[in-house]
């Protein structure tokens, strides 16, 4: 396995990891590299919580990029069909879900990529994206109506 340390150019990203710990940032490594996301064997990971998981210093949930955000996905619970789309599509673990059933958004590890609002399926969509700055509640009352559709 290459050492990352050689792959560091500048610190950017890197004090936003872990506060200069050595780790490079996701923009400076080599294409084609390998991150394990879990320490030790992963075969069984998927009966485990991620609350219970081993995860690397590669791992976006050990190392948080949450202050990259600038919008926030909102989770509107009235709309969502609990499909998990949101679950499997987000790359930062920030979904939260149990036995299959949405529950909202992890705001300490979420970047604010926009990805869950993209795969979201229902009309209106379940998540939104808003600034940062908006609070929840009034994100939830300026919520969208469902569209009709068009005449053809
Ligand atoms: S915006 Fe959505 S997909 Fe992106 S990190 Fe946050 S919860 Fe995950
Ligand atoms: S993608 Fe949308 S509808 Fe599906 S579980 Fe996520 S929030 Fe709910």
Redesign the pocket.
Known sequence: MQDLNLLAQDNRGQSQLENGSGLVGWDVVTRGSILTSFEGDATEIVNQKSEERMYSNYNSYTASVASWRVEKPV?NIDV????????VWCPDTSILSRDKQ?LGIDYDHCKGCAV?AE????NPK??IMFSEQTALDEALASWPEKKKKEEK
Do not use: G
């Open positions: 989770f969502c069909i609990d499909c998990q789309n949101c679950w949405m869950c795969v979201c399926p229902t379940s998540l």
